[in-house]
Antibody, heavy 128, light 110 residues
Framework: QVQLQASGPGLVKPSETLSLTCTVS????????WSWIRQPQGKGLEWIGH???????YYNPSLMGRATISLVPPKNQFSLKLSSVAAADTAIYYC??????????????????????WGKGTTVTVSS | EIVLTQSPGTLSLSPGQRATLSCRAS???????LAWYQQKSGQAPRLLIY???SRASGIPDRFSGSGSGTDFTLTIDRLEPEDFAVYYCQQYDNSPPLFTFGPGTTVDIK
């Protein structure tokens, strides 16, 4: 059974860098894509970015280049760094695994894109 | 960027009733890229439906998804007390790679 656990400082000062780690159990990080998603209290979900099994990364343009996601293979972890944080970055941060599989129809094949396993989330507050 | 709109914002129903939730996209979506999640207060989202209509592992068959193009629907037959929650649709755009979520529909007890 795949499980994810996000961890990191609960309080970060404005203009500093937020650093979070997601520890994966039940599978190897080199087998899947991994995402970070955040949710301000009482609001909706925002995808931050993801990293592929080979280390390729894609980020939400709304973060203006402030996010960096990395794999930490020896520890079966992946991480998120978000620089120059402000109060608007206060949120619950979730790590999640991309679901696999796909289907073929009409001569073309498509991968599925969804998150099938989520960690419990860790709350980060940006405040001085 | 593809924008998702969910309606209604809130659905007030009684246990045993059917819930019909709508998700509309600003552009056509490949069905493999459309998913639905359930989120209860204080919990992480849980995958319900992927590929627009495939139930995730362990999801009861009272949950079903349908739709194509720009219009998608999540139906919950015979609401159980544990189904009262917030429901989000999600899509993935390949170019550039970007997941987006709808604003959510709250299903609460009437």
């Amino acid at each position: 059974q795949v499980q994810l656990q996000a961890s990191g400082p609960g309080l970060v000062k404005p203009s500093e860098t937020l650093s979070l780690t997601c520890t994966v159990s039940g599978t190897y990080i080199s087998y899947h894509y991994w995402s970070w998603i955040r949710q301000p209290q009482g609001k909706g979900l925002e995808w931050i970015g993801h990293i592929s099994d080979t280390g390729s990364t894609y980020y939400n343009p709304s973060l203006m280049g402030r996010a960096t996601i990395s794999l930490v293979p020896p520890k079966n972890q992946f991480s998120l760094k978000l620089s120059s944080v402000a109060a608007a970055d206060t949120a619950i941060y979730y790590c999640a695994k991309k679901g696999g599989g796909g289907f073929c129809s009409g001569g073309s094949c498509h991968d599925y894109y969804h998150m099938d396993v989520w960690g419990k989330g860790t709350t980060v507050t940006v405040s001085s | 960027e593809i924008v998702l709109t969910q309606s209604p914002g809130t659905l007030s129903l009684s246990p045993g009733q059917r819930a019909t939730l709508s998700c509309r996209a600003s552009q056509s979506i490949i069905i493999s890229n459309l998913a639905w999640y359930q989120q209860k207060s204080g919990q992480a989202p849980r995958l319900l439906i992927y590929g627009a209509s495939s139930r995730a592992s362990g999801i009861p068959d009272r949950f079903s998804g349908s739709g194509s193009g720009t219009d998608f629907t999540l139906t919950i037959d015979r609401l159980e007390p544990e189904d009262f929650a917030v429901y989000y649709c999600q899509q993935y755009d390949n170019s550039p790679p970007l997941f987006t979520f709808g604003p959510g529909t709250t299903v609460d007890i009437k």
